[in-house]
């Protein structure tokens, strides 16, 4: 989910209303001169700035927000929400700080209270476009896929020059069905952002979606190439490698992102089945489905290709243990059970020392 904060140009031109800096007006001179140090990096210094324009001038609400995108950026997430809740606290109309707390108790998943926030900043300045994004990724996050790409058109609306609000705009229409207008906003910011990886996954899948494999993976194959640590890239691109029976290459493709993340148990279940189509007897093959079932027992595609691999080593007891396991999954579909049944039923017993 991308989360849209304000950026540091956004910060600087927003805190540069008011009184001029001078001599009369410390806390604007240490609001200018704190912005000034966020952009050379020096967190440190542009903190204390920030802290010294709230000690001249309390009731400032643009200190405290400056105070909490420092302590964003320097990872101090309980300060951060702490800054931004002194600077509504000083001005219940000051959008920014509504926005970026509301984004912040939304990636606590603390949905009612971040749209609470965000709708606020919304009502304060109409044409917040970041603040329609991160609406929208309350929506989404909510399970309202319609209301979040209403969300996300009105940002796009507002600044469509902006590649990551059609992402978000194209991963909600997907949601709702809506493949062909979903690609259209994934190849629009594939434009607007040629070089952004995220984007070009987006917009793999969208691609994988539609049968194009091969301008899929094309799109997947350069994210990869620009963001070698995007585990969502290598993901897409093995996924789409197993749509158009490419086991070997998907196999590879997954292993990339197994190694990104290494806890996630979907992409430890899609290797798993990559390695079962590659080769369903090669030790690794079942090594990496039970591993994928340490991490989460109810996976029914890990549990699913852990039965076939069993029954392709002859070892019909145990196949028919796990095909138990798998039938008895919540939300295994019934033609499911009944393909695994069908599979269970060609096992052949091994020779003793075969297995």
């Known amino acids: 989910m991308l989360l849209n904060f304000a950026s540091v140009a956004a910060v600087i031109m927003l805190a540069q209303g008011g009184a001029p800096p001078g001599p009369q007006n410390p806390a604007a ?34 200190a405290y927000y400056l105070r909490g995108v420092v302590l964003e950026k320097r990872h101090d997430l309980a300060g951060a929400e702490r800054a931004y809740r002194e600077a509504v606290g000083r001005d219940a109309r000051f959008a920014p700080a509504h926005n970026n707390l509301g984004a912040m108790l939304l990636d606590k ?80 910011a594939a434009r607007l952002a040629p070089q952004d990886a995220l984007a070009l996954t987006y917009l793999g899948l969208l691609l994988s979606d539609k049968k194009a494999y091969d301008e899929a993976h094309e799109a997947l194959e350069k994210a990869t190439r620009l963001d070698p640590k995007l585990a969502a890239a290598w993901t897409e691109l093995g996924r789409m490698e197993l749509r158009r029976k490419q086991p070997a290459a998907a196999a590879d493709a997954l292993a990339r992102a197994r190694v990104l993340k290494p806890k996630d148990t979907t992409i430890a279940a899609d290797y798993c089945s990559a390695l079962a189509k590659k080769d369903i007897k090669a030790k690794v093959t079942q090594e990496e489905c039970r591993a994928a079932l340490a991490l989460d027992p109810s996976n029914a595609l890990a549990r699913y290709e852990l039965g076939k691999i069993l029954v ?21 579909k019934p033609e499911a059970k009944a393909k695994a049944q069908e599979i269970l039923k060609t096992c052949t017993p091994a020779k003793p020392g075969k297995k």
Do not use: M
Request: with cysteine; net charge negative.
């Open 29 to 62: 001179a240490q609001l200018e001169r704190g912005q000034k140090l966020i952009q050379s990096g020096d967190l440190t210094g542009a903190l204390a700035a920030f802290d010294a324009a709230a000690k001249a001038d309390p009731k400032n609400p643009r």
């Open 312 to 332: 392709a080593h002859g070892d019909c007891a145990a196949a028919q243990i796990e095909i138990d396991k798998f039938a008895g999954l919540a939300g295994v």
């Open 109 to 188: 998943g603390e949905t009612a209270a971040a749209e609470k926030e965000i709708l606020a900043a919304i009502s304060s300045d109409p044409k917040y476009a970041d603040a329609h994004s991160n609406l929208g990724h309350v929506r989404d996050a909510q399970g309202r896929p319609a209301e979040a790409a209403k969300s996300y058109r009105e940002a796009v609306r507002l600044r469509p020059g902006e590649a990551s609000f059609h992402v978000n705009l194209g991963a909600a229409l997907r949601k709702t069905g809506d493949i062909d207008g979903a690609l259209t906003e994934l190849r629009q």
